[in-house]
Structure formats: C-alpha cells, structure tokens
C-alpha cells in the first residue's frame, strides 16, 4: 500500500524524496489522534507535511488543522497555470483566476513553502505573473519577498532567475501608480490594503476605502520586496539592478522611519496623503492617526499593522523602537482573551460589530499572524521588551481561535473577548478561510527553524524549557529532511536528555537547554534531476472551453457535475463542493470525461465522499469503482498495476495503470447497498510538456460567435447589471462558478418566466439545444422548466416533441433538448423561474448534427 502512496505522490509531482521513516514521531498515531479530519488522506499528509507534537493540546490541533484547511483551498487551475490558492471557500466575484486574491497570497506561500514538495508554492509563485486573469495588484502584498522565503527552503536559483524579470515589472508597476517621489513612500487606500473599515478611514467621506495614507504595511512590504529583488539580481550576476533595488529599499526604510514613527506615542502610524474633510473636521496631509481631525491630540490610534515592520526586519537590531511593543500584552492595549484585538482598546474609534468588514475592534487572523511573526523576528533579533513565554501565550490564544462549536474550524474574524465568529463566517464563502498563517509560525518561531541562504542550520526556539517535549519531524529544508526534539527526561524520544537536531536522520547536534543553535555544513546544497515533462491532470476545466467534457448518468439536485473538474476538492456537505446521483433510480451510475483530443494518462483519482456522520444523508463510498477506455466504438476496461483497497471515503481513490492514450474514459460507481455515490472531483493525470496549446471549440454550434461576427445575435426579456449580458451566452465560454463573470442571467426580473433569444442572420436547420444553466443558489437557480421556441410566419411557436435531459432542469451543468430538426432564423429558450430567483446561462449551443456519427468521428459529442 504504502508503494502505491509514493506512485500517486510520483505521478503527481508532489514526491519532494523518496519514502523515508519518520525520525522521531509516529506520523499514524498523531494523525488517528485528531478526530475531526475532513481530508482524511494521511497518506498525503504523511509524506508532505512536516510532523509535530508538544504539550499544548490547542497549540498542536491548530497545526494540523491548518494543514486540513489549506488542502481546501489548493486549487489546480489549469495544466499551464497548475497549483494555486483560494481566499474565500468559494470564488468572489472580486477575486482573479480561479479564485485567487493577492491580499492573502505572502501567508499562504510562507505557509505552503513547508510542504516537501516544492511544485505546489512554485507554481502558486509563477501564477501572479503568467496567468491571464491574475490580479498581483488589486491588493498589497509580498510576492517578491514570498519569492525569496521560498528558496530559502527549497533553493532553486534558476527558478528565481527565470521569475526576476516578472518580479521587477511587478515592482515598477506599484511605483507607477503609487509611488510619490517627492514623499519617498508608497500609498494605499485601508480598503486595498486588505483592511476595509478601520479607524483612520470612518474619519474620511468613503469610509469603506478610506483616503490614501503612507501605511506602515504597505510600505514594509515594498521595502521587503526591494530587498528581495536585489538579492535575486546579485544571484543572477545583475550588480546594477541588485544596487538600485538595495537603494530603494534603504530609501524606503529612511522615509518610513522619520514620517511613520512618533516618537511621543512610540509607535508606527499611518500618514495621511491629501487633506481631507468630514463632519466639518480637516484630517491634514502627512499627519499620522490622530495628529488632525476631530480626535487630534488623542494618545491613542495604534492598530497591528504598527508591528508589520518587525515582521520584515525594517527595524532589525535597532531596539529603541521595541519600545512599542509593550502595548501588544496590555489589556488596555491589544491584549484579550480571543485577540489580540487589531485596534488598542482604548480608543475612541474602537468598535466591535456583528457584521463584516471592520478593521475597528475584531481579532483579524490576517493580522494575528503578521503580529507573531513580527514577534518572532523581535525575540530571534534580541529585543528584550517581550519575552518567548508572551510569544507562546500569544499563539496560545491564537490557536484556541481556530474553534467553533468546540471543533476546528476558522472565519474571517471573530469578538476578541468571546472567541464568536457571528458576522464574519458567511455561509458558502467564509468557512475555513485562508487569509492568515500558523503552520510557518509554528516551524519558524515556537520551533525556531530560522530559514538562511547557506548551508548552516540556525535553530533558535522560543518554545519553553518548563515543556517535557516538543519535536518538528521530518521539515524539508534545503533538500535535506531536518528534525528538531526537545526532551527534557530523555524518555519519549530515546534520544537521552537535551535539544537534540537531526538530518536526514542522522544527529548533527544536541544541547543541553532550549536555546540558539547554529551548526554550520550541516544542510550542504543538494542537486536535484531535471526533466521537461510535467505531471498534469487533463481533466480540470476552470477556463470554460467546450473541452475537457464530462457528463454524468445522474446528477442529484443542489449538487453540480461542474464540481466534478474544477481543481477543489474537500468533503463537507455544508459548504458544498460535490456531484452526488442521491435520489438515483440507478444502481449503478457512470461519469464520462471526453478530452477533446487523446491524451496519455496514468493515473485516475476518483475523491469519494461518505457523509456516514452527518444524520439524513444517503451518501456513503462506492461498493465498487471500475475504469474503462473507449477505442474503436466499444468501452474496454482499464487494468491496474496495483492492487486498489476498497473505495474509503474523504480521500482519493486512486488507480495506477501502464499509460494509456485515449479520448475519452468512464468511471463507473456501484452504489452500496440502500445508498448512493458522490465525488469531490475527478482527476486524469498524465505527463506532458507544456504549454499545452488551446484545443479548439468542437465545430458545427450554430449559435456561437467569436465577437467579430454581427451573427448570431443573442437578445433577452431582461439582464442583470453586474455583466450578465445574453451575449455572453453564445461567446464559446462555459463558467459556472460566479467569477469570473460569463453569463446571462434575468436577475432582477419582475417576470414570471424570462427568455433568452438567438437570432441566426439567416435560416438554419437545428435538432439539439444545449443549454448549461448557471445557479448561484441564491438569486439565480435553475428554472422550474424551459421550452424551445422557433420564430415562424411572424410569431414564436414551441418545438413539439422536445426530449430534454435532465427532465427536470439542473443547475450548474450541461441541460439538452433534442427534437426532430426543425428549420427557423431565429431561437428563443423561455425559462419559467424558479419562485422569487430568477434564471440564467453561462452557455448555450446549438446543433444539426448526428451525435453517434460525431463520437465515431472522435469530435467528441455529447456521450451517454
């Protein structure tokens, strides 16, 4: 079993080495240790994250919780774009390509650089930049310094080197629009900034955005990214751009030192860009927080995002700004029992709400984690203001956060007196967000494995020596496999007493007490085999093209075939990502993936849910799951090489064969007995060299229009205002999730039944509508029923003998009527909709073809 494991990490590209024994835990018995795992493949876990145990019970749950959640939010986008991140458990209509928003984006790959393979954070890296739909600069962020963090663990100089011209367009983009030469700093708006309603914007006109101002984070973060890029010009032999950005930087640390920071109040604030006016007060240019405007003189206004400079060394070893960092474990500060609180507690502006998004009073986990880490650099620098015991309490208290209902869990913020998430923990949208870290501050701050760019192994813990135990097994770090433990008896580990660190499995060092390390050569460079040909899964569809198609035998009402292949995967029920055939008169029911063109696969997975601990539900796994390949008109099975265990629940099935070239292959589910089947997503891997070009559309829709024609012609009852135009609905592109928008939709009809018309500029002969219904379950659901209409001797008359499949409308999938072919210049589809909702599609197609003939021909119809 455990070879198959590797196989499919192999097959994947997410096998960072070869399998190895742990070196000090037990990886099984800490994973069964946790009950309330979602993703259950401790396979995956086993052989990608590093382990970790210690006498805080919270503390220890939270890190492998957070290992759970991230794994909700990898999404593989595309083969060319391959592994990126989500924010939000869904896709907002304000986040880029496939769901990623770079507000988040320097946590989750501080996180995702502790993952033993390096594919993962590499292509998340080289998504912000080479991938149509990304947004690097909607929202600040650290991509160049996130950049460098991660070779810090998994070096790759030529990966870096490739990246650095993206990096230094990134930059000069930022300067373009939000540099002031003659301030020396960069603006933000609050909103931008990831922070929306915050102290310093309610005392402007827009006080969701707020006014520009010189921010403190903002700024750390243009200075963190100069440094990078400088760093990564030397390593590329650029000694001009290495010196202009090492210049930049320093001039940014300058000007954030002498406007951001108040001597009288010792703290960083933020600094106002124009004057601005409200409620008959003036806030005055280039005064920080409460230096104008109506709460001038105030001695208060510190928010978080003062510590962000710590976090990226602006003030590395210069201690006479630590000063600051008494307010952090102050009650009448930041201090409290589920914060700290983002905004000190004594302010004037200090306001905790029960609905989203005020930056004013909540504990934010975004900020939390800049905080400790912030912290981390303060302690490993020296500073003496705080001690490693404030740090442990502090993520402590950040660790019991993570609950809701006694279980892991974690929303957008929460009441920093009572822990409650109420207002921020949206449903379908905020549940499990990943808009923070733990894991990085974990390995690099309690543990203290401090990244460095040679070959020394720095360890500085700021865990506690009063611990009997604690140990981080098996971090992958500069090709190596590192292991600290600390034992205080010498009992638990078998290693006698002391801070024992291992690579490799092999002892390198032990000490006597919990303190600094530095071993030099213990982690020399490791070279690593190239190869052009990437692990790719042939069957995700993010963009909307007509291929990869995939159709099912059944699909149950409130789940969605389009889950099936979108690159997400988790196993709740609630929120849903999930095709399900419950309620199916079938006993056995089949998915079919069409290529579009043959492709070479080796590996099938198949995630399955099984809802057996939620009450009422009928799904449970599969008694069964069987492969077939279609070839020369006739399905064949697909034979594996390795023995497959029966299918399990919360993990991925999955099923290794000999490579295999074919268009088109069917997943066959027998339902357990009283039950029915349901998948997260459906995976086909092979290997390929990409890019891989862009198939064409499958000829012969007489509906589409690529623009630049005047025909067809897509006309509606009504549309909404958001950019659901009926043209979208004929322009070739298939999006059920909400963004990027693609669609019509009739939201904010006053009519009973919508319709949306095609009109073909000449007379055409049709036998087949397909129509793919977009529902957003809320505004926009599928219809209670459609009629096919053709225009004839000047009116509108329905298609008689339409066979439709489904029978009943679903959303969020592919709906067909067929009939006898029909002749007319005009189409018009009625929807009747759906109580209060209202009706839309993402696409529509229009066919004369014989669809048997088409799959003969390998086109690639629509295959039952």
């Known amino acids: 079993m455990r070879n198959v494991v590797f196989l499919t990490l192999v097959f994947l590209g997410l096998a960072g080495s070869s399998l190895t024994h742990a070196q000090v835990l037990d990886k099984q018995k800490l994973l069964e240790h946790q009950a309330w795992w979602d993703n259950r493949d401790f396979d995956w876990y086993t052989q990608q994250i590093p382990f970790f145990e210690c006498p805080d019970a919270e503390i220890q749950t939270t890190y492998y919780y957070r290992w759970d959640l991230l794994t909700k939010h990898l999404t593989y986008g595309s083969p060319n774009s391959g592994y990126s991140f989500t924010e939000f458990i869904d896709r907002p209509f304000w986040s880029g390509a496939y769901g990623a928003i770079s ?62 011209p993206d990096l230094i367009a990134n930059y000069r983009g930022w300067e373009q629009r939000h540099y002031v030469p003659e301030v020396g700093l960069f603006w933000q708006t609050g909103h931008d900034d990831g922070m929306e309603f915050n102290i310093n914007s309610r005392q402007t006109q827009d006080i969701l955005r707020g006014a520009p101002s010189y921010r403190p984070s903002f700024n750390a973060y243009m200075y963190a990214d100069a440094q990078a890029i400088s760093r990564i010009a030397a390593l590329a032999e650029q000694p001009d751009t290495a010196r202009e950005f090492a210049g930049k930087a320093a001039a940014l640390k300058a000007k954030m030192l002498e406007l951001m920071w108040d001597p009288k109040r010792q703290f960083f604030f933020p600094v106002l860009k124009n004057d601005e006016q409200r409620d008959g007060f003036t806030l005055r240019a280039l005064t920080r927080t409460y230096e104008s405007g109506q709460y001038a003189g105030d001695p208060h206004g510190r928010e978080l995002i003062g510590y962000v400079p710590w976090q990226f060394d602006v003030v590395k070893g210069e201690h006479h700004y630590d000063v600051a960092w008494k307010k952090l474990m102050d009650r009448d500060g930041f201090y409290a029992d589920f914060g700290p609180s983002f905004v000190e507690r004594n302010d004037p502006m200090f306001l905790i709400t029960n609905h989203c998004c005020w930056w004013s009073g909540q504990s934010w986990p975004y900020a939390t984690t800049q905080t400790l880490k912030a912290l981390a650099k303060l302690l490993q620098n020296d500073g003496t203001v705080l001690t490693p015991a404030d740090y442990v309490a502090t993520l402590h208290i950040y660790a019991q956060s993570h609950r809701k209902d006694g279980q892991p869990y974690l929303a957008e913020a929460l009441h920093p007196d009572t822990g409650s ?104 460079g490791v070279s690593s085999e190239k190869t052009n040909l990437v692990p790719t899964n042939f069957a995700v569809n993010n963009d909307g093209t007509y291929y990869p198609r995939l159709t099912t035998t059944y699909t149950a009402s409130g789940s969605s075939a389009s889950k099936l292949n979108d690159g997400n995967y988790w196993y709740l029920k609630d929120p849903p990502n999930r095709w399900t055939c419950e309620g199916s008169p079938n006993a056995v029911d089949a998915i079919e993936v069409d290529f579009g063109t043959s492709r070479t696969i080796h590996t099938i997975r198949a995630l399955t849910l099984d809802d057996r601990d ?53 997943v066959t589910l027998t339902h357990a007995n009283g039950f029915r089947s349901g998948l997260t997503e459906l995976e086909a891997w092979g290997d390929a060299v990409l890019p891989l070009r862009r198939l064409p559309a499958r000829p012969g829709n007489l509906a589409f229009n690529d623009g630049l024609s005047e025909f067809p012609k897509a006309t509606c009852s009504h549309h909404d205002i958001y950019g659901g135009l009926p043209q979208s609905a004929i322009d070739g592109v298939t999006n059920f999730q909400p963004s990027p928008t693609n669609r019509w939709t009739s939201y904010g009809s006053a009519n009973a039944s919508d319709w949306l018309q095609i009109d073909f500029g000449k007379e055409i002969e049709c036998r087949r509508v397909e129509i793919a219904l977009y529902d957003d379950r809320g505004g926009v659901q599928a219809p209670l029923s459609y009629e096919i209409q053709t225009w004839s001797a000047g009116q509108w008359t329905a298609v008689s003998g339409v066979e439709q499949s489904p029978e009943k409308p679903a959303g969020s999938q592919w709906n067909t009527a067929r009939f006898a072919p029909t002749t007319s210049n005009k189409l018009r589809i009625v929807f009747q909709n759906n109580g209060n909702a209202r009706s839309g599609a993402t696409e529509v197609t229009v066919w004369n073809d014989d669809e048997s003939s088409q799959r003969r021909n390998s086109t690639g119809g629509d295959s039952r």
């Open 103 to 164: 507000c988040p984006a320097g946590h989750q790959l501080y996180e995702a650089r502790w993952l033993r393979s390096p594919r993962i954070v590499n292509d998340y890296t080289k998504y912000w930049f080479r991938t149509p739909g990304a947004q690097p600069r909607n929202y600040s962020t650290w991509l160049a310094d996130s950049a460098w963090a991660i070779d810090l663990v998994h070096p790759n100089k030529d990966f870096l080197i490739d990246l650095l």
């Open 421 to 524: 998430f109420e207002g921020y923990d949206g449903y379908n949208h905020s549940e499990h967000y990943l808009h923070s870290g733990y894991t990085d501050l974990v390995i690099t701050g309690l543990i203290g494995l401090v990244p460095r760019d040679d070959d020394t192994l720095h360890i500085h813990p700021l865990a506690p020596a009063e611990w009997e135990y604690f140990a981080l097994d098996d971090v992958p770090y500069r090709g190596h496999l590192v292991s600290v433990a600390w034992d205080k008896s010498g009992e638990r580990y078998g290693m006698g007493p002391g801070l024992h660190v291992l690579v490799d499995g092999s002892k390198v060092h032990t000490a006597e007490s919990v303190r600094r390390i530095e071993i030099d050569g213990a982690v020399p």
């Open 614 to 666: 939620i009450s009422n539900s009928l799904i449970r796994s599969p008694q069964k799951i069987e492969l077939h390949h279609w070839r020369d008109d006739k399905w064949y099975p697909i034979n594996v090489t390795h023995e497959v265990p029966a299918p399990n629940g919360h993990r991925p099935h999955s099923f290794h064969f000999a490579p295999l070239t074919f268009q088109r292959f069917k």
